[in-house]
């Protein structure tokens, strides 16, 4: 079945202690995303990578890391959480496509984080 | 930067109404998606619209798009019970992002 895991699903951490959310896809798709949803914000986006070892940041990337080392895996590290960081975080892979196509994105079931 | 906004932030319907929803953009986009999420679960797709097209259907959904005005709107027909979820654009812009608005939660009563 195509889909988008992610791991863990619920996450209860304190303030400080490093954190790693993993994000696998198994559709060979180019384009991965990771987003945090917050009550009256909507999704907003963390960092976005458009293939192995190439990733950018959205619009919130401020204490988070991303890296790309294969194509189907791209992890969300809290180096140092804190707890303006509670959220719902949705990892999200689309294909590349050709020039002028546009596709939709695939999202994860989510994980919520609570940072104490 | 956060540039989709949905009208009206909430909804609420009788069962067989329709239900429209409505979102505006900042910016210039190559297209507009409309996403439905479930409570605390992931999105799913549900309809694409590029930026030379004015209408699409889908079944039971109707989008428009009005590049002049940086609108687009979703229409529900006949609305079920489970069709309450709630519902979010996402422009693009770009080949790699999207950006997604507040979201519209719709709830219909059976």
């Known amino acids: 079945e195509a889909q988008v895991t992610q791991n863990p699903r619920y996450l209860i951490t304190v303030t400080g202690k490093k954190l790693t959310v993993t994000c696998s896809q198994n559709?060979?798709?180019?384009?991965m995303s990771w987003y945090r949803q917050d009550p009256g914000l909507g999704l907003r986006q963390i960092y976005y990578?458009?293939?192995?070892?190439?990733?950018d940041k959205g619009d919130v990337p401020e204490g988070y890391k991303v890296s790309r080392k294969e194509k189907r895996n791209f992890p969300l590290i809290l180096e140092s959480p804190s707890p303006n960081q509670t959220s719902l975080y949705f990892c999200?892979?689309?294909?590349?496509?050709?020039?002028?196509?546009?596709?939709?994105?695939?999202f994860g079931p989510g994980t919520r984080l609570t940072v104490l | 930067s956060q540039q989709g906004e949905e009208d009206p932030q909430a909804l609420s319907i009788q069962e067989g109404e329709n239900a429209t929803m409505n979102c505006s953009y900042k910016?210039?986009?190559?297209?507009l998606q409309w996403y439905r999420q479930n409570s605390g679960r992931g999105l799913v797709h549900l309809i694409l619209?590029?930026?030379?097209?004015r209408e699409k259907h889908s079944g039971r959904l109707r989008v428009t798009l009005d590049t002049s005005k940086k609108s687009s709107s979703l229409l529900i027909t006949a609305s079920r019970a489970a069709d309450t979820a709630s519902y979010f654009c996402?422009?693009?812009?770009?080949?790699?992002?999207?950006?997604f608005g507040k979201g519209t939660k719709l709830s219909v009563i059976p």
């Open positions: 619209i590029r930026s030379n097209e």
């Open positions: 999200a892979s689309r294909p590349a496509g050709g020039v002028g196509s546009y596709n939709e994105q695939f």
């Open positions: 559709m060979n798709h180019e384009y």
């Open positions: 990578s458009m293939n192995v070892e190439v990733t």
């Open positions: 910016t210039s986009i190559n297209n």
């Open positions: 996402a422009s693009g812009a770009g080949s790699y992002q999207l950006t």
